[in-house]
């Protein structure tokens, strides 16, 4: 079990550009989140997939943010135009599927500055 | 969705027990209470989670007042590595999977 892996583990960049980060799940769990962290706040959910798909995405997800899970296995969540408002941990958890009670698993997350 | 109420922060000393309080007046009959930690440059970890009996694992117990409005995280014996944020969850069982965080609880232990 190598955990879920994120990369990368921090990013700086200027206001304007486009970013991409990864996720890798572990291996044969179904659905993969995504979650954002401030400083001192808890995380706020973006988005889920159940494999491929999309399920739900919160109304904090605007529409520079996009995520893509392809093959029902790694996901990237994409920002384009950063601006310094998204600075902030970005995490990624995974859960199989087997019930509705199944813990999430977290990365270490992907720590974004944006100057 | 139902809300939780913690306490901003607390402090233990190590190798005493500590009792982390969650409050949710507004719990509905399908709500399962989940806990979460999150180490200092970490992501959140599973800790333990129940619905209406006691429940124990190595991690930790969770005791669930009988009206369910609130619950208890139970560290047996802290030590310096226990020191985090710890949340108290509300799910809803048909919820996805999706967990909502609130703020949380800060754990300190003083050696």
Request: net charge neutral.
């Amino acid at each position: 079990d190598t955990g879920v892996s994120q990369d990368p583990r921090h990013k700086i960049t200027k206001r304007g550009q486009n970013v991409t980060f990864r996720c890798d799940p572990i291996s044969e769990h179904n659905r993969l989140y995504w979650y954002r962290q401030t400083l001192g706040q808890g995380p706020e959910f973006l988005t889920y997939f159940q494999n491929e798909a999309q399920l739900e995405k919160s109304r904090l997800l605007s529409d520079r943010f996009s995520a893509e899970r392809p093959k029902g296995s790694f996901s990237t969540l994409e920002i384009q135009r950063t601006e310094q408002g998204d600075s902030a941990m970005y995490l990624c958890a995974s859960s199989p599927v087997w019930t509705t009670n199944e813990k999430l698993f977290f990365g270490s997350g992907t720590q974004l500055s944006v100057l | 969705d139902a809300k939780t109420t913690q306490p901003n922060s607390m402090e233990s000393n190590e190798e005493e027990p500590v009792h982390l309080p969650c409050n949710h007046s507004t719990i509905s009959g399908t709500d399962y209470i989940h806990w979460y930690r999150q180490l200092p440059s970490q992501g959140p970890e599973y800790v333990i989670h129940g619905l209406t009996s006691n429940v124990n694992n190595r991690m930790a117990s969770l005791a669930i007042a009988e009206d369910r409005k609130s619950s208890t995280l139970i560290l047996h014996r802290a030590t310096l590595r226990d020191a985090a944020v710890y949340y108290c969850i509300l799910r809803l069982n048909n919820a996805g999977n999706m967990l909502t965080f609130g703020g949380g609880t800060r754990l300190m232990v003083k050696p």
